[in-house]
């Protein structure tokens, strides 16, 4: 079988698996919202494209092609960071095809190629296409723009691979985040090094130099941009090559020092011992606790920023980040609830209230995980960045309500998440639009109350309003998380189903 043979036909199984997913069905309506917000920020990149478009024509400092460059670093680090919700990596896509008579090498090449024609990658030029027709035709003519538009979407597909290379990595262990971490840090060093605005001009002025060369035609430019694309190309292919190889003939015996018995929950009976499920699978399955690590990191360095810097000051930003400092437990660890319970979801089927101790479980133990976020941010309170009532308002409201609502996509998480498996295995997130759904609104909504709270009725008003919300979601869990194991019960056959045929 020819490659490009091969590549058509692994195409068209990739559209086909999606639509053959448990998860396609529920998807339908939430890929019409995702459909509707992506619509949305489309409207919003050409609303940033006619903005700098309007600068770049009363600009004396830098052409049109330069200023776009000179902000490309901007760009394409959000590019970066938005992609790790978005994109899956090959080694992740070819789990179905490592048993089957085909050249595994050819497979990775084949996703590698897709990732790179793949239609995201064009998200961007909602933005540039606008700024090139208002800023750039006119002023250079048909052939600059051209050369800009090519130049900048090769930027694209150059930081798609460094993408998919970094994440490869960062899967086989988590000091591999020292790479981009250091990659960043000498990209934006000027920033640091130089004081005040003139980090920022030496960043840009640097950027804007190499737009310059490209959107006049450079050939040393250009060459060193399709040199360092086929760099990236090839360290990707191998590496992913490398990896799926590693993970395939990977062999490992776990060695028990010692067992906990964790004495302290059997108090809580049946429930208790789902809590020891809970803390057990974070300390032994890697894939969990990965998910675990990332939350805490998340939590430290955000509650680090509100501390000791100013940047997020702002009214708006300041009832994001303390939300979000105390919603992250439950947006990484309870939207994935069943998934990977999908691995042993027979042994939990054996008896018919398991189901609802493990809910009863999973809502305290992120309950629990709240005393996290609110002893990293007492700093926050003694400096007087955040209130105390305001902190407390989030945490209740948080670990009770948000949690509460996020537990709900039991219902509907349908893919099997790995334990351990780490290259082979593929998460839910890029099946389920569901928990994209979910995650966006648990953040965005309360600020949004606040906000309008902070105008109708005032701010502290508002935060007992959410205290007392969040209380009484606490104090009448047992009745709700009795309606919602009843209502998992009666879908248990589908939901068991598919998760057994997506291991």
Not at 126 to 154: D, E, K, N, Q, R
Not at 242 to 259: A, D, G, M, N
Request: glycine share 6%.
């Amino acid at each position: 079988m020819k490659r490009l043979e091969l590549f058509r036909i692994l195409r068209h199984h990739h559209r086909l698996y999606n639509r053959r997913h448990p998860m396609w069905e529920q998807n339908r309506v939430m890929k019409v919202v995702v459909g509707i917000v992506g619509a949305m920020v489309a409207l919003y990149l050409i609303f940033f494209g006619i903005t700098f478009a309007l600068a770049a024509n009363e600009s004396d400092t830098y052409t049109a092609p330069e200023l776009m460059f000179g902000i490309a670093p901007f760009i394409l680090t959000l590019d970066f960071l938005l992609r790790f919700m978005l994109q899956q990596t090959p080694t992740q896509m070819i789990k179905p095809y490592v048993l089957l008579p085909l050249p595994r090498n050819a497979c990775t090449d084949a996703f590698v190629l897709q990732s790179l024609l793949s239609t995201g990658n064009l998200t961007w030029m909602a933005m540039l296409v606008p700024y090139a027709i208002m800023a750039v035709v006119f002023s250079y003519g048909i052939g600059t723009t051209l050369l800009f538009l090519i130049a900048f979407y090769l930027c694209l597909l150059l930081n798609s691979q460094w993408y998919l290379l970094v994440r490869t990595l960062i899967n086989v262990s988590l000091r591999w985040w020292a790479l981009p971490l250091g990659v960043y840090a000498i990209v934006f060093s000027p920033l640091y090094i130089y004081s005040g605005g003139d980090g920022l001009s030496t960043l840009c002025d640097a950027f804007a130099f190499c737009g310059d060369k490209l959107s006049s035609g450079n050939v040393l430019a250009w060459s060193v941009l399709l040199l360092m694309l086929g760099v990236a190309i090839e360290a990707n292919r191998r590496v992913q090559q490398r990896c799926i190889k590693r993970e395939l003939s990977r062999t490992e015996q776990t060695h028990l020092r010692h067992v906990s018995r964790m004495a302290f929950f059997n108090r809580y009976g049946i429930t208790g011992e789902f809590l020891k499920l809970e803390a057990k699978s974070i300390m032994r399955n890697k894939n969990v606790k990965k998910t675990f690590i990332f939350a805490n990191a998340i939590v430290l360095g955000i509650s680090l920023l509100i501390a000791l810097t100013d940047i997020y000051d702002t009214p708006l930003m300041n009832y994001f980040w303390c939300i979000y400092n105390f919603a992250i437990y439950g947006s990484m660890l309870l939207t994935k609830t069943m998934s990977y319970e999908g691995n042993y979801i027979e042994c939990l089927a054996t008896h018919r209230h398991t189901f609802a101790s493990l809910l009863t479980a999973k809502y305290f133990f992120c309950m629990a995980m709240m005393l996290v976020p609110l002893l990293l941010m007492l700093p926050t309170i003694i400096t007087g960045k955040c209130s105390v009532l305001q902190v407390v308002a989030v945490m209740v409201f948080s670990g009770g309500t948000v949690n509460a609502c996020l537990l709900h996509l039991c219902l509907y998480n349908k893919q099997t998440m790995p334990l351990n498996t780490r290259f082979l295995g593929k998460g839910s997130m890029e099946n389920n639009w569901t928990q994209v759904v979910a995650q966006l609104l648990i953040f965005f909504l309360p600020v949004a109350f606040i906000a309008i709270g902070r105008v109708l009725i005032g701010l502290n008003a508002t935060y007992i309003v959410l205290i007392v919300i969040g209380l009484t979601t606490i104090l009448t869990h047992h009745w709700w998380l009795n309606r919602l194991y009843r209502r998992f019960y009666q879908r248990r056959h589908n939901n068991i189903a598919a998760l057994i045929s997506t291991r």
